[in-house]
């Protein structure tokens, strides 16, 4: 029996010729009257679990993050400047949010006036709601009023001064609270503002219950149960959950615990009326009802609940709310996403220089640097240092031998970071013409990199870092096995792969990759993934919006992020995030172990280390040893320039 509730109501749906697991219809009515071509229910054993909530397995359940967040904005000015002659300023708050399709600014909403007041804290909070997919840019502007009866009409209101920031940014601000200076465009000094962010968070919206449920049956037979809760109307009772069959020892009877998305059972209210339903199998679909009992979550969450009918007696042994932490939780208490980006540079891009080119630089931007900028302009707001490991596969080097797997764009593969969105998109321009197009696509390399860095924050207990891993490639690739492997290994590490699929090619692998339909299991491990860590996204479907390309690039984002933690359970900080002790780099751990093993295979110490100090773009033995061979016999054991070094330097 399936306990993958999903999957399991799918399979309950074509049997019966139900509707489907997000209809407000009564599954058990409806299977009385839509049976299949032989007009009965399937056997006994082929009950399946159905849980009408998104998802079904524990995992599943724990991940429903909202796609979006309420936030509440709670503002305070100081030492604002005072605009009014015989008294002071009376200032209001106003609010907007840009509209990334229009560029104008929306209204959102103001707090109150505050009267004669030049250090005003409102009482009156600004809701808004936060996508972390979009780039969110907020403005506001503090009036003082003079015109009371219209306080809207802002014509009649003398501006005191404004502030404009990035929602993700000022959301990563010490103690969730961003402070900035009020500007006008004619003069300066016009205070200070403040804004603390708290999350809107509903009462159950991301929390599991989980409910143990045994007792006596007399009538012992394929006994199974349903639950329900009363609709928002309260005009009748909606199935929510079927049970598989309960196990028995004598006359005792024990089901599975139940697992059910908290929301899905109870809305906000822990005293709506629930209904269980015990049913004895048929096979020929008409099931006996052996009893339904009414009760609220309230009554039997904390004590032993004992219900006692004709056919025995139910007790309610265990009942939990499992609480679930929040994306914005784990935001607001100082989580680090760092951004990685790979560059597919095989022979199928074709060359730059062709108009057909996915790498052309015939026009301004391609569909690289336009995915690479809508994608990861949003993604850097939410690392600390804004430090991008930039790296390419399949290509060619200059002054190497060999295709390339996992190679620093800038030349240092033990310091691959260029500053922002921007320094990568600078250093892509400056070294594409440089690579040798070639083959196979790889992808295991590049992930490998990354999961090396993500295992080494955790193993140096930096518990509050994530990584994200952004791939662009043009296709198919090569090494579908390896990368599996890699992928389920990153599905216990702090990480995610984001792979957007430039140009019109068959990219039914990275479909397979995303996992949205069976979870990758590795031949290696020996095990399926711990979480879903990949999304993939066909470039093409949202070439003429790159805001859309970033929304469902990035939607699957937050819960993947959310899962991890709760995997691990690793719980949000509270208050003030504790600054983040760094050790050694990675970077330098890696460089220093790449020269040991260098050394310990012949290579001359003097050289490994000029070498390395210079910078090597591959983290391959083979071909660091190959080109320090080339270097010692060029100059004949003599002193090596530095210059001649650079010969194998991309930037």
């Given at each position: ?25 009564d599954?058990a ?6 049976r299949?071509d ?35 904005l ?6 604002l ?16 949010m ?15 006036r ?27 502007d ?103 069959p ?6 005792y ?11 899905n ?30 009760f ?5 969450r904390d ?39 790979a ?91 440089k ?25 140096c207990?930096?518990?509050?870092d994530y ?8 296709g ?15 599905s216990e ?20 990759l ?34 859309e390309?970033?929304k469902?690039?990035?939607s ?5 992020v ?8 690793i ?81």
């Amino acid at each position: 029996v399936s306990t993958q509730s999903t999957w399991g109501y799918k399979k309950y749906k074509n049997q019966m010729g139900c509707e489907t697991a997000n209809s407000a219809s009564d599954p058990a009515r409806q299977s009385s009257e839509r049976r299949d071509d032989k007009g009965v229910l399937p056997a006994g054993k082929d009950i399946e679990v159905i849980d009408q909530s998104e998802g079904g397995t524990e995992s599943q359940l724990l991940n429903q993050d909202p796609l979006s967040h309420p936030l509440e904005l709670h503002i305070s000015c100081s030492n604002l400047i005072n605009l009014d002659v015989t008294s002071k300023s009376d200032p209001v708050a106003f609010a907007y949010m840009k509209n990334n399709k229009t560029g104008r600014f929306d209204f959102v909403g103001r707090t109150e006036r505050v009267l004669n007041n030049l250090d005003p804290v409102f009482v009156k909070e600004v809701n808004l709601r936060y996508f972390f997919e979009e780039t969110q840019i907020v403005r506001i502007d503090v009036y003082d009023i003079d015109d009371e009866s219209n306080i809207t009409k802002l014509e009649n209101q003398e501006l005191i001064g404004s502030t404009e920031f990035v929602l993700a940014k000022a959301l990563r601000s010490p103690n969730s609270t961003w402070k900035d200076s009020l500007k006008h465009p004619k003069r300066a000094n016009n205070g200070t503002i403040t804004i603390q962010f708290e999350e809107q968070k509903k009462c159950f919206s991301s929390d599991l219950v989980r409910m143990n449920i045994q007792g006596t049956i007399t009538r012992k037979g394929i006994n199974f149960l349903k639950i329900y809760r009363q609709n928002d109307k309260g005009t009748e009772f909606v199935p929510i959950y079927q049970s598989e069959p309960a196990v028995y020892e004598g006359n005792y009877a024990m089901w599975k615990m139940l697992k059910i998305s908290a929301a899905n059972l109870m809305r906000d209210n822990i005293s709506l009326p629930l209904k269980i339903e015990f049913n004895e199998y048929q096979s020929s679909g008409a099931h006996i009802k052996l009893g339904e009992h009414i009760f609220t979550f309230a009554e039997v969450r904390d004590s032993s609940h004992v219900w006692t009918a004709a056919f025995g007696s139910i007790r309610f042994a265990k009942v939990e709310l499992i609480k679930r932490p929040s994306f914005m939780e784990y935001l607001l208490g100082g989580v680090n996403i760092g951004l990685s980006i790979a560059v597919d540079f095989t022979g199928s891009n074709l060359n730059p220089h062709d108009s057909g080119s996915r790498h052309s630089v015939l026009t301004a931007t391609n569909q690289y640097t336009t995915a690479m900028e809508s994608v990861g302009n949003i993604l850097q707001e939410y690392d600390t240092d804004k430090n991008i490991p930039l790296l390419g596969y399949g290509a060619v080097l200059p002054s190497l031998s060999g295709v390339s797997h996992c190679f620093a764009l800038n030349g240092n593969i033990f310091s691959p970071e260029v500053y922002t969105v921007q320094g990568a998109l600078e250093c892509y321009k400056r070294n594409l013409l440089k690579l040798m197009f070639a083959g196979p696509t790889n992808f295991a390399p590049i992930i490998k990199y990354v999961a090396e860095i993500a295992d080494y924050y955790v193993r140096c207990n930096l518990l509050f870092d994530y990584f994200v891993l952004l791939i662009l490639t043009d296709g198919q690739i090569d090494d579908i096995d390896e990368t599996k492997d890699e992928i389920v290994r990153c599905s216990e590490l702090p990480v995610s792969i984001v792979i957007v699929g430039v140009g019109s090619a068959d990219f039914s692998a990275m479909e397979e990759l995303d996992a949205d339909k069976k979870p990758i299991f590795s031949s290696k491990y020996q095990k399926g993934m711990a979480r879903d860590i990949v999304q993939f996204v066909p470039y093409l479907q949202y070439a003429s919006s790159p805001f859309e390309l970033s929304k469902a690039t990035l939607s699957e984002l937050p819960k993947q992020v959310v899962d991890y933690f709760v995997l691990k359970n690793i719980k949000p900080m509270k208050g003030a995030p504790l600054p983040r002790v760094m050790p050694d780099s990675i970077y330098k751990v890696k460089k220093e172990e790449f020269a040991r093993m260098a050394i310990s295979r012949g290579a001359p110490p003097p050289q490994v280390e000029m070498l390395l100090n210079v910078g090597f773009p591959v983290e391959d033995m083979d071909q660091f040893t190959d080109a320090l061979s080339r270097v010692y016999t060029n100059t004949l054991c003599k002193p090596v320039a530095p210059q001649f070094f650079h010969s194998f330097i991309i930037n």
